[in-house]
């Protein structure tokens, strides 16, 4: 049973609008959430995180929203360029996993964006 | 400062065979990760370190070994490879502070014929 899900599997925007990937989770133990860019034959790269003591973390254009009694996590770019063209991956760590920081991951969402 | 390295980047095996993935890291981290990436998957555990000599199992452990002797080397081990196992295997490590994030090697892309 898939505890992180990307029900979107792909998402189309054009260059300069925003892109906004979601996430759910079903484990209430989740604390502390990422999300992870991956270009093809490369290994995931570390974009933006939050812990769940917060709502709102942001890092220049990427900005993450959590809305803990939905369990759902939004990732936000803004302004979208053609070099976000990657697949993004959401991930959740905590108690919930079981302990000693490891990650379960959605299956990802590739974005791609359009000159 | 190279990250996490893994060699090799691809091979080819054929069914029965065995084969070692290696994984180092020059972080001083004491966590480290091996997972895999089916197509159209996320990742998926396969074991997890946190420190030398100290090794446990993730969710899909059956076919795979590993040992810890080093903080730096994490290798992965197929005894007998299987064509489920065609996959790429992804390294990752961690240090300790709570609330960090992994960070991964560039993967290695088995198929097994």
């Known amino acids: 049973d898939q505890q992180v899900k990307q029900n979107s599997p792909s998402l189309s925007v054009q260059e300069g609008r925003i892109s906004i990937l979601n996430c759910d989770y079903t484990n209430s133990m989740f604390d502390y959430f990422l999300w992870y860019k991956k270009y093809p034959a490369e290994g995931p790269t570390f974009l933006i995180s939050?812990?769940?003591?917060?709502d709102k973390n942001e890092d220049g254009r990427f900005t993450v929203f959590l809305n803990k009694s939905a369990k759902h996590l939004s990732l936000h770019i803004v302004p979208s360029q053609p070099g976000d063209s990657a697949v993004y991956f959401c991930a959740a760590s905590g108690i919930g996993t079981g302990g000693s920081e490891k990650l379960v991951f959605g299956k990802g969402t590739k974005l791609t964006v359009n000159p | 400062n190279a990250g996490v390295t893994q060699t090799p980047k691809f091979r080819i095996l054929k069914i029965g065979q065995s084969m070692t993935l290696q994984c180092t890291q020059d972080m001083n981290h004491n966590y480290m990760y091996w997972y895999r990436q089916d197509p159209g998957m996320g990742l998926k555990l396969i074991y997890y370190s946190v420190g030398a000599g100290i090794t446990d199992k993730g969710e899909v452990p059956n076919g795979y070994n590993v040992s810890r002797s080093t903080t730096e080397d994490f290798p992965l081990r197929l005894e007998l490879a299987a064509p489920s196992q065609t996959s790429v295997y992804f390294c990752a490590s961690l240090g300790t502070g709570g609330n960090q994030p992994q960070h991964f090697g560039d993967g290695t892309r088995l198929s097994i014929l």
């Open positions: 939050i812990s769940s003591i917060k």
